[in-house]
Structure formats: C-alpha cells, structure tokens
C-alpha cells in the first residue's frame, strides 16, 4: 500500500517562503511521475508543478508559479518538495502531492496525499 504525507505547510505574509514535503512510503515503481496540486476555496484543483523519474527529471510548472515554485524529489524516491518563494495572496490554497501519472484516475495520478494548507496574507 501506498501513502503521501505532507507536511510543511502554515500561514506566511505575501513574499515568504514555504517548503512543503510529501512522505512516501510503499513501493511506487521507479519512473513514477509525481506532482504538487492546489485547490482554493470555490476553484478547481490545479497541477502546480510536475516531475518526472529521476531518469528523466521532466519537470514542468502553471504559468503563475514559474520563477516562484520549485519541485524535486529525493534519490531515494521517498521525498517530495516543493519550495515556494516570493509567495502572493493567489497562492493560498490547500497543496496535495500525487504520484503515478494514470489518467484512469480524477486528475490523472493514482496516489494522493491529504493535503496541508498554505494561507498566504498580504
């Protein structure tokens, strides 16, 4: 069995610094594309930023994060980050980390986290 954990979030002033994590534990198969997503109160969950096996490191992030966010991943393939700087008031939203790109699944991942909220005030 499968679990994301995610930790790192809170609340920080517009122009902060946040460092989310994601736990994996189980096997994932090594390749898996991982990712960060963000839903806000009233919107649709978005992809926020993309990664893809360590063979690959295909990365890929939404227009508004770029130049902001950065994703990666541990060798071991059991850490997830995502590292936002420069953060605004739209970035507030609660993050999950997904892993296994299958789009025979809601927003096209297999695994999900719970979640960890990021409030950013300005």
């Known amino acids: 069995e499968v679990t994301l954990v995610e930790s790192g979030g809170g609340s920080v002033q517009a122009g902060g610094s946040l460092k989310l994590s994601c736990a994996v534990s189980g096997d994932i198969f090594r390749g898996c594309r991982m990712g960060w997503f963000r839903q806000a109160p009233g919107k649709e969950r978005e992809l926020v930023a993309k990664?893809?096996?360590?063979?690959?490191?295909?990365?890929d992030y939404t227009d508004s994060v770029k130049g902001r966010f950065t994703i990666s991943r541990d060798s071991a393939e059991k850490f997830l980050y995502l590292q936002m700087n420069s953060l605004k008031s739209e970035d507030t939203a609660v993050y999950y980390c997904?892993?296994?790109?299958?789009?025979?699944?809601?927003?096209?991942?297999?695994?999900w986290g719970q979640g960890t909220q990021v409030t950013v005030s300005s």
């Open positions: 990664i893809g096996s360590l063979r690959t490191a295909d990365i």
């Open positions: 997904a892993a296994c790109r299958d789009t025979t699944y809601d927003f096209g991942y297999k695994y």
